[in-house]
């Protein structure tokens, strides 16, 4: 199947004309394996919404041997609850770095919303639109690698047999709105599978 080339602020008209899903918000989900780049991705596209905040299932502290789930109830009960019901909702980001929650920061009710990470377009979500990003297993591993060190490898191999068994027991692939080529994007456009 041939690759189809879009640009950013195509897909941001596509995005802003979906019915809202969460309260005044379009939920986005950005989806994939370890490495796919997902943040990369999200990154690139909030920068065409000027204001369109992303959360990532890195704000929240899930260990290297928890469910891929397990960011999802704190997104809900501190994010996504208050924002369905057209409130702000208070965030503290998990920093990895020092292993402690960040300060609280308000994210108001706002048209566009990204949730990227994995699970973040898992069969519970009330996204309006969900984007799967992949990539060859060795380039994720090594994307991986390069991101968190390769002292991570076995962690990091572990971990993509547990996320690989939430995608297929979810079936989140065949449920995606959108299929991106996660070795072939750029910061202006974008390969759909």
């Known amino acids: 199947m041939p690759h ?3 640009t950013y602020p195509a897909l941001a008209a596509r995005l802003l004309a979906l019915p809202p899903s969460c309260g005044p918000a379009r939920l ?8 796919a780049g997902k943040s990369t991705f999200a990154g690139h596209l909030a920068e065409v919404l ?9 704000d929240f502290r899930v260990p290297w041997d928890a469910d ?4 999802w109830e704190p997104l809900r009960s501190a994010v996504l609850d208050r924002l369905c019901e057209g409130r702000p909702a208070l965030l503290r980001r998990y920093d990895w770095h020092h292993d402690r929650y960040g300060p609280e920061e308000e994210i108001p009710p706002v048209p566009v919303l990204f949730i990227e990470g994995v699970g973040a377009a898992w069969a519970g979500s009330p996204a309006a639109y969900r984007i799967w990003i992949d990539a060859p297993h060795d380039l994720r591993r090594a994307r991986a690698l390069d991101r968190d060190g390769p002292e991570h490898a076995d962690a990091w191999d572990a971990w993509a047999v547990r996320e ?3 995608f297929s027991t979810d079936a989140t692939r065949a449920r995606a709105d ?12 974008f390969s759909s599978l």
């Open 164 to 166: 690989q068994a939430h």
């Open 28 to 35: 986005i989900a950005v989806d994939g394996p370890s490495g």
């Open 68 to 71: 891929p789930l397990t960011w």
């Open 4 to 6: 189809t080339a879009m």
């Open 178 to 189: 959108l299929l991106v080529d996660g070795t072939t994007f750029t910061q202006h456009r």
């Open 50 to 58: 000027v204001g369109a905040p992303v959360i990532r299932s890195d």
